[in-house]
T-cell receptor, first 115, second 111 residues
């Protein structure tokens, strides 16, 4: 399984861009990169995902390097409500391989947005 | 649109008791899964289902059973609760675009 490496914690000033890095050097060509976040002990919340092109939605931008070995999640204007644990995940085929996939969560990056 | 609903939100069990954690989704998603999260850790996959009548094991399946008789429901059964099963349990379903929707969790304590 493609594994990811993230820094355990980061700080970001409120209103500034938060750039969260992720290494996934063993990713395969057809594996997607997903980002989720978890606020306190709530259920994880989907943020964004991508394969090889950069992606943007209303929450964030995802920049994937050309070799796909790393990616960066960008929160353009961080607010206090963005304080959470952010998980970078490579989606891999489920054990049964029946066209389904599963997410394997690491420990993520704890982002603290500072007033 | 309720999304993914988990019940109960909190539960205390005695060692050896059995119980069922309920999970229901109203989004007509085929893929559903159960995770557990221990303190300071990421989520670990227990069981998953790719559709009604089809289930399979994840990373940590021992001590748990699942069934999927309908698309909407995916209950997780603890056969004989042990203190090691004290955890927060999350149910999730996947939409066709590949995004997961998680429930709000069930906090289980086994004493």
């Amino acid at each position: 399984d493609a594994k990811t490496t993230q820094p355990p914690s980061m700080d970001c000033a409120e209103g500034r861009a938060a750039n969260l890095p992720c290494n996934h050097s063993t990713i395969s060509g057809n594996e997607y990169v997903y980002w989720y976040r978890q606020i306190h002990s709530q259920g994880p919340q989907y943020i964004i995902h991508g394969l090889k092109n950069n992606e943007t939605n209303e929450m964030a931008s995802l920049i994937i390097t050309e070799d796909r070995k790393s990616s960066t999640l960008i929160l353009p204007h961080a607010t206090l409500r963005d304080t959470a644990v952010y998980y970078c995940i490579v989606r891999v085929p489920a054990y049964s391989g029946a066209g389904s996939y599963q997410l394997t969560f690491g420990k993520g990056t704890k982002l603290s947005v500072i007033p | 649109n309720a999304g993914v609903t988990q019940t109960p939100k909190f539960q205390v069990l005695k060692t050896g008791q059995s119980m069922t954690l309920q999970c229901a989704q109203d989004m007509n998603h085929e893929y559903m899964s159960w995770y557990r999260q221990d303190p300071g850790m990421g989520l670990r996959l227990i069981h998953y289902s790719v559709g009604a009548g089809i289930t399979d094991q994840g990373e940590v399946p021992n001590g748990y059973n699942v069934s999927r008789s309908t698309t909407e429901d995916f209950p997780l059964r603890l056969l004989s609760a042990a203190p090691s099963q004290t955890s927060v349990y999350f149910c999730a379903s996947e939409n066709r675009a590949g995004g997961y929707t998680f429930g709000s969790g069930t906090r289980l304590t086994v004493v």
